[in-house]
Structure formats: structure tokens, C-alpha cells
């Protein structure tokens, strides 16, 4: 495929398919995987035992009758079957691309990819950064972390876009200036980044003589943000202070390397695989299928995928449905990403989660675009503990005056009482800011 700057679209088939059209298909490429799996993998011969892929005529059949799959009952398979890949569907020589995931949830799991599974990866990356406004004359200076199978297919999916320089660096805190210097030297037009690494960048850009005199002092255009949620009074922020546009990707690198992320209007994140993907969206503690407009939990099955495929695997991201069809034309679902499921912190006789904290504290000019925390305690506490990452600027004479100030007005709009505090660190994952700090007893 090769791109066109005229084309409102990555790849029209695809991506502007009839619903009925992409349900047929998505039917086809279940029924597929069903008899791949179960006549290739250990895991999935035991999982799937006594169903009948031709017994399953609708998406309906399919969600009733393949059991729900968490990482959990990935590393039981791992300790039954003595390998780091039970649910591996092709031989080993026929690999690409592996890598480990992230194990912020206990330890590791692995996924892998043989050459179909990573060009069809990248197809589905590539049609993201097309819809977020990637075009081949960008330079894109891409922050995550470079040993990853993520890092590798981000860069494959920009080549494909058109993008010839690819300016690569992780996303230590510790080295925000010099991330700030490089893209200053060779003026990428185009970022990949955590939101906390933005944030970062921008408070470091505030102190520069080009921002004192008013100019914006990093050179993007525009910028994909990963790993949180981003409220729309920081989002222009970003575009009033140094001239960026966001998009927001979200998705599971770790398990999947597949993300859902925006296109130019704004009205949430498209799934930009339907065509190789079924994506379900269920209640959580039931296991059905969420009521329209409900939050729900995705659910995901990577049927294009060959070597270790997940079938109706639970990512334990909440998320919203977006409604209606969206005037970019594409007709693939929307979603907006709120929450993960264990993220919920309890306050009183109710909860909070992160994504709620981060909308308040973007209504605020004091609070928006700062780094956050949330610490949990067993039992529910009468208050809810928020800890800012201190801006590097701001004074010790201020700092207890605007912790005034944003703790009342998270008691506002909230609804729960909080306490708020600065600090000059917070835990940090890869390149996300730890929203929920545990202090409950093991």
C-alpha cells in the first residue's frame, strides 16, 4: 500500500467496511482459529475440549461457547506444560519477532510472531499513525522502550506510512533535557511518547530562553500519547503552549502489540483492526456482554495471528463506547479508555479511579498536565491520598498554597474529600507514572 495525502483514509476496504460485511469476515476468521488453535496448541487443545468450531454459525455462538481467557491462566498453562509458550501455534524456526511482557501484573508471559502475524501487525499500526495525521515527510522521534516487540513494530509500521528518519530514544525521567536537546537539534516533526514523558519535556521546554521569549521550544507538530488518560483542557494545553496536536493511543502492548488510537476528529479511539480482530466488550463481573453505552471491559481475539494467539482474552481495560459513526468515515468502533479494572481505589463507601482524577485535575490551571498518584489502603480511609509530581519550577513558598488549592477543588469534583500532596518522585512502569500506589497488607 503507499500512502496519499489526499486519501481521507489508510486503506478504504478495510477501514470503511459495512458493518454485516466485517461481521461475516470476523465469523470466517474465528472459525479459522478455532480449528487452528485446537489442532496446534497444548493450552488451547485443553481450553477449547469438546467444541466444535462448525458448530459455531454467529459471533453470539462464538462468545458463548469459548471460556473467557486471562494472563493468569496463560501462566498456569506455562507451569503445566514447562514452557514459556504453551499457546504456541507454529514451530519455533517459523519466529520472527518474541519478547517478554511488561509483568507489572506478577510474572512475565510472552507472546511471539511469525512473518504474517508481524506484517498484519504492522498494517494495523500503520492505518493508527495515518489516521492520527502521520504523513511520509514527518520525522518521528519515537520514546518507548527499545527492546520491546512494541518498539519494533511502531518503527516497521512508520516505514510503511512513508516516514524515512525515525530519531529512537527510551523514556528514563532522568533524561528528559536530553530528549528535549535531540528533538531541538533535528526538529522530528512528529512524537510517540508517554503522556508522563510530554509532560515532562514541556515543563523542562518552560524553562528555555525560546519559551521565555514566547515561542514554543519543541518542534512537533503533532504527538501520539500512550499509557494514561488525558483530559481535553490538557490536551490544549499542549497545542496553545508549544503548537502540538495529541492524539491518545491506548492498547496492550505487552500481550498484544494491538492499540485502538485517534484520528483527527477527536471523537475517540478507533479499533483499527476490525477486520482482523473481534473485540467484545463485557461486564466485568459477569462475563456478558455490556449494555449499549455501558463501561464495560474489553475483551479481545487476534485472529489474523498465527503463532500465539489469544482468543477472548480479558485486558482489564474499562471502556466506553463511543455511539454513532464518526465523520472521518471510518466505520470501525470507538472507544474511549477509562480505567483499569484493579485500578479502583476505595474512598468511604464509594470509589475512585485514576482517569475520574485526571479530568478533574485538567479543569484546573493549577492542576493540569501534573503527574499523579493514588495510594490505596485496606480498609477504605475517610480521605483519598493524591500525590503530585512537583513541577521542577514551582517554589517552595507556592507549593503549600496550590495543594490548597487543588484539594479543594478535587473535593468538588470528586465528591469525596482528598489529600492532597507534592513530591519530588513518583513510581514509575516503563513509561507510565504508577496510578495506584497499593499500601494494603499482602
Known sequence: MTGDAKRPMWHAAAEAMAPDARAARQLRGLRSLLAWVGARSPMYRERLAGIDARAVRTLEDFSAAVPLTTKDDLRAAMDRHASALPHLCVPRETLVLAGPSAGTSGRQTYQAFDAQDLDRNTEMLARLYWAAGMRPDDVLHLLVTPFTPAADIFRLAAQRVGVRWIVRDNHEPAQVARYVD???????????AGVSTL?????HARTLPAARAGTPALPYRRAILMGAALGPEAREQFRAEQGIEVCTLSGQGSDFNLFSGECEAHDGEHWHGEDMTLVEVIDPATGRTAADGAVGEMVITDFYRRATPHLRWRTEDMVRVHPGACRCGRTSRRFTLLDRVANRVPVRDTAVYPFEVETA??????????????VR??????????????????????AGAMAQRLQHHLDTELGVPTQVSFHDDLPRVGYKTVRVIDHRPA
Do not use: I, K, Y
Request: charged share 20%.
Open 361 to 374: 485535575l485538567s479543569r484546573s490551571a493549577d492542576g493540569r498536565n501534573l503527574e499523579f498518584s493514588l
Open 199 to 203: 509532560r515532562a519535556m514541556a515543563q
Open 377 to 398: 489502603h485496606a480498609p477504605a480511609p475517610p480521605t483519598l491520598a493524591v500525590r503530585l509530581l512537583r513541577p521542577p519550577a514551582l517554589p517552595d513558598a507556592e
Open 182 to 192: 535531540a528533538a531541538r537539534a533535528l526538529g522530528p516533526s512528529f512524537l510517540q
